[in-house]
């Protein structure tokens, strides 16, 4: 079998701050970030992989496991031929997958998971509410309607969040969401740093 890529998984609702924590962490050197939402939305919409993503994400359902696990794993693959990533140096931030247990059971094959980050959000509305404000900054199709907001938030409460029990109680923090980007941050560098320091960390030097 091929070495398993070491992983942190950040883990949360949809407006939790998975993909800002996620982009600010794959800036410092040793991390390497991918968001699963972003590679989908770099897809040529006219392609057929594009077309099975529109259709989806703008109902606020996930794209079929298949396609989203073969294309996830195609990527990374292609990542770490151009030495983009590479698995010897870099410990990996995935946000957006595995989205359900089916995910997680196919993910375990290419990955070592390490440490779960779980941003919890007690608050449902005011995640809602930084969903609402981003669809207006980002152009967002799926968050630009009420509807499709909350169909996304039924699918994390019912396929998402069993994801967590997939994985050993001993290797997940949590995390409160709620905080500014930076206190949210201070919070996930406590926990990320000793595990990139651990499995890569140069010591001694
Ligand atoms: P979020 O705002 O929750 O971070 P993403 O950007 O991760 O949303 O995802 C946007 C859309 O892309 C999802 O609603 C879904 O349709 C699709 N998607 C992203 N990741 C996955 C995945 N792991 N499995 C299935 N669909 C996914």
Redesign the pocket.
């Known amino acids: 079998m091929p070495q398993r890529y070491k992983t942190i998984l950040l883990f949360g609702a ?2 939790a701050g ?2 800002t924590q996620g982009k600010i962490l794959g800036y410092v050197p040793g991390f390497y970030h991918l ?4 590679v ?2 770099t897809l040529d919409s006219t392609s057929d992989l594009g077309r099975i ?1 529109v259709e ?2 703008s109902k ?6 298949e396609h ?1 696990v073969k294309m ?1 794993h195609k990527n990374m693959e292609a990542r770490t031929i151009l030495s983009e990533y590479k698995p010897n140096v870099d410990l990996l931030v995935l ?6 247990a089916n ?1 997680a059971k196919l993910l375990d094959k290419h990955i070592n998971v390490l440490l779960v980050i779980h941003l919890v959000c007690p608050d449902k509305e005011s995640m809602i509410a930084r ?1 609402r404000k981003r669809a207006l900054k980002e152009n967002r199709a ?2 630009a309607k009420e509807d499709v907001i909350r169909k ?1 938030w039924d ?2 409460e019912r396929e998402t969040f069993p994801v967590l029990e997939h994985y050993s109680p001993k290797i997940i923090r949590e995390v409160d969401a709620t905080g500014s980007p930076a206190c949210v941050l201070l919070n996930v560098l406590k926990h990320a740093v000793p595990v990139q320091d651990d499995h890569f960390g140069q010591r001694g030097g």
Do not use: A, H, M
């Open positions: 949809p407006g998975k993909g968001s699963c939402g972003e989908f939305r993503f989806y994400s606020g359902l996930l794209v079929p496991d989203t996830w946000d957006g997958i595995p989205r359900n995910q969903l799926d968050d996304r699918v994390y």
